[in-house]
């Protein structure tokens, strides 16, 4: 083996400048991803636990198939099968606003909305019957019952398991390169391309995806400290990759 | 819409992306298959060894876990894809760097559950096991691994439907399984719509059924039924 390192190609020339923009477009992909998911896993997942048949079905049909496919296959659908199905004046505007970056960022909030949406699920469902019962009997309605009472603590139980699918999401926005989304993942190959170091590139990339998940995790440690309720703790479930 | 591509290309996709008959040395079952078995013989290791008495081993463990699970999948696919060729002068076929790269980032996630598995197994049953003399080896072998090993099916069926939706990623290096049959029939056919469909309902027929089966299970297992 007769590799020469040369850890100079990280900052000189280009490819600093590449490595920053690649970090910057998985933490933009990945935040407004997370922001999709999580309206999407809140009202999906509250749909499943409704004494209403009809929207139980609807949310559990959108739950089971997205999470069972794929996310890779997804960003194929949002990307190549999807824009042609549009009004031809939103494709241009589509292909004039970065449409690769969009496609991720559904692909993205959509399919991780699914899996937000089992996490709270069983949040509520941690929840004692009798918090719904007292609800009902002080005369709140359904809708006031969950926004008022059953969703803010349901959303305080929750924080590591929402922690480990947050991580995921991140971790996740990886697979946005297949369509072309220049994020860090990206920005690792084309600095391979350009510079033929490899081992460089990849260290540098591995790093900062492990810095950015230390930090996510230091913060939810502490909202999870913050926000816990005595007594009543979820149990941390498995990550999923 | 004009499923008809999915018809004409339907045994290319499924013989050869699917499963992995044929010249393209492809197939996602060929892949998922020997990655969970591997992976869990390398997990079922580390998670042993992060139970163990001997500081460092367990540290180690650890550190090995917390590592692959702080880094994407496609990440740890790219450094396979890159180092392989360094180290042994020579390039292996996708296939190999494929399966190396789920067996050891696998076997990350598989060794918390088997971690999980042996501590669920009741305190009492390691006191018995010792009080007839076992030793350690022997007690993991004989009592504790047999019943950790029923309360992990669950997670390690649920753990399979993630590594096969997870050796779609394969397909970035040019490993032919289902999606990139997918993308090799949609480059020459244009049809993203019916034939990135068409895969997404086997993915969903495949993780559907076995997270039913999955849960199946988890019925079984739940203390009032056991």
């Known amino acids: 083996m007769n590799y020469r ?48 048949p009809p929207l139980r079905w609807l949310a559990a049909g959108y739950v089971e198939f997205f999470r069972n ?32 970056f969009w496609a991720g960022v559904f692909a993205l909030g959509v399919y991780h909305g699914a899996r937000f949406a089992e996490v709270i699920r069983s949040g509520i469902s941690a929840i004692p019957r009798t918090q719904f019962e007292a609800a009902a009997s002080t005369g709140l309605t359904i809708a006031q019952t969950y926004r008022l009472v059953i969703l803010p603590v349901a959303l305080r139980l929750i924080v590591p398991p929402a922690t480990n699918e947050t991580l995921a999401l991140l971790k996740n926005s990886s697979i946005a390169l297949t369509i072309g989304v220049a994020e860090l993942t990206f920005q690792v190959r084309q600095i391979e391309t350009y510079t033929a170091k490899a081992f460089e590139a990849l260290v540098a990339g591995t790093i900062i995806y492990l810095i950015l998940c230390l930090a996510i995790s230091a913060l939810s440690a502490q909202i999870e400290r913050r926000v816990a309720i005595p007594g009543m703790i979820t149990k941390r479930t498995m990550g999923e990759a | 819409m004009d499923f008809r591509v999915v018809f004409q290309n339907f045994s290319f996709l499924m013989l050869q992306g699917f499963v992995g008959f ?28 992060r139970l163990a008495r001997a500081r460092w ?17 496609v990440m740890v696919i790219f450094w396979f894809w890159f180092i392989i060729p360094a180290l042994l002068g020579t390039s292996l076929p996708e296939y ?115 997270s039913r089966y999955a849960r199946y299970w988890e019925h079984r297992l ?3 039924h056991s």
Request: proline fraction near 5%; glycine fraction near 8%; aromatic fraction near 12%.
């Open chain 1, 5 to 52: 390192f040369d850890w100079s190609v990280l900052w000189s020339g280009q490819t600093g400048a590449l490595l920053l923009q690649g970090i910057e477009t998985t933490l933009e992909l990945s935040l407004i991803g997370w922001l999709i998911a999580v309206v999407l896993g809140v009202v999906s997942g509250a749909l499943r636990t409704l004494p209403i």
């Open chain 1, 69 to 100: 496919v794929p996310l890779l296959v997804w960003m194929f659908v949002w990307y190549f099968a999807v824009p042609p199905l549009l009004p031809q004046a939103f494709q241009d505007f589509l292909l004039d606003h970065g449409v690769e």
């Open chain 2, 22 to 49: 044929g010249g393209f040395a492809g197939g996602t079952l060929r892949l998922a298959l020997p990655a969970i078995a591997l992976g869990f013989v390398l997990g079922t290791a580390i998670g042993l060894a």
């Open chain 2, 57 to 73: 081993l367990s540290l180690a463990a650890g550190v090995y876990v917390e590592f692959f699970r702080g880094v994407p999948l």
């Open chain 2, 96 to 210: 190999m760097v494929a399966l190396t790269a789920f067996v050891v980032f696998e076997a990350a996630y598989l060794a918390e559950i088997v971690r999980s598995g042996i501590q669920a197994v009741p305190r009492g049953q390691v006191e018995a096991a010792t009080a007839t003399g076992l030793k350690r080896a022997q007690m993991m072998r004989h009592v504790v691994l047999p019943q950790a090993l029923r309360h992990m099916i669950p997670a390690l069926v649920t753990q399979f439907i993630v590594l096969l939706k997870d050796t779609s990623l394969a397909s970035i290096i040019g490993y032919v399984d289902l999606t990139k049959a997918a993308q090799i029939v949609n480059n020459r056919e244009i049809r993203p719509f019916e034939l990135y469909l068409f895969i997404a309902v086997i993915y969903w027929l495949c993780s559907y059924g076995m």
């Open chain 2, 222 to 224: 739940t203390p009032s």
